[in-house]
């Protein structure tokens, strides 16, 4: 199956730092892709989705201008966690589409794991 | 809208027992469902998924899901547990160009 591969998978920063996770499809072209953020013991909160060259659609109560997505080719993602705070720490997983999503399925990378000091 | 209700957070089976994980699903259109499976700080992998073809669906590592449009359900199943198949078991439909997930299902195997 399709691959999608995220990176870093584990980052510790200080307060007040940002940090960018990248999400990459490698074995196909994601027009669409998907960032979540998973508490503890919880199932997956839906972030934002991020179209290649348009802006990232944000879900209601997250923050745009906190979470800066870009999209800017077929096979990469990028969420920026900008000015963390501890309680920014969190599991953040991406996935990705190879076409309309209703028919076909959401291949997830591995997850990074963001520890704000 | 789409949704689906995923009944048990947690469930302990005894290895070699049947493992049996529920799903209901709302749908307003034919759905399409998906069951992922997640180990510890790893992302979510497919284990098998339903598209309006065979209502007994197979998925990876003996696990199996059947469609009931009776019941809106799409529970999974498998004949015999495994060590290996603790996990987080998350059930999923899509629509809209969105997936929604179920709350999730820890999975205990109790040697």
């Known amino acids: 199956g399709a691959v999608v591969s995220q990176h870093p998978s584990r980052v510790i920063c200080k307060s007040g730092t940002s940090v960018k996770i990248e999400c990459r499809s490698l074995d196909f072209q994601a027009t669409t892709m998907f960032w979540y953020r998973q508490f503890p013991k919880q199932s997956l909160m839906l972030m934002a989705t991020s179209n290649e060259g348009s802006k990232a659609t944000y879900e209601q109560g997250v923050e745009k201008d906190k979470f800066l997505i870009n999209h800017a080719s077929l096979t990469l993602s990028t969420l920026t966690v900008t000015s963390a705070h501890p309680e920014d720490s969190s599991f953040y997983i991406c996935?990705?589409?190879?076409?309309?999503?209703?028919?076909?399925?959401?291949?997830f990378g591995e997850g990074s794991r963001l520890t704000v000091l | 809208a789409q949704s689906v209700t995923q009944l048990g957070s947690h469930v302990s089976v005894s290895e070699g027992a049947l493992v049996l994980l529920r799903c209901n699903y709302s749908?307003?259109?034919?759905?399409?469902l998906f069951w992922y499976v997640q180990y510890p700080n790893q992302g979510l992998q497919l284990l098998l998924k339903y598209t309006s073809a065979a209502t007994l669906v197979k998925g990876i590592n003996g696990f199996e899901a059947e469609f009931k449009k009776s019941e809106t359900s799409f529970h999974l199943t498998k004949p015999s547990a495994h060590m290996s198949d603790a996990a987080e078991y998350f059930c999923?439909?899509?629509?809209?160009?969105?997936?929604?997930f179920g709350t999730g299902t820890s999975l205990t195997v109790i040697p």
């Open positions: 999923a439909v899509s629509g809209g160009n969105q997936f929604y």
């Open positions: 996935s990705a589409s190879e076409g309309a999503l209703d028919a076909g399925e959401l291949f």
């Open positions: 749908s307003s259109v034919p759905p399409y």
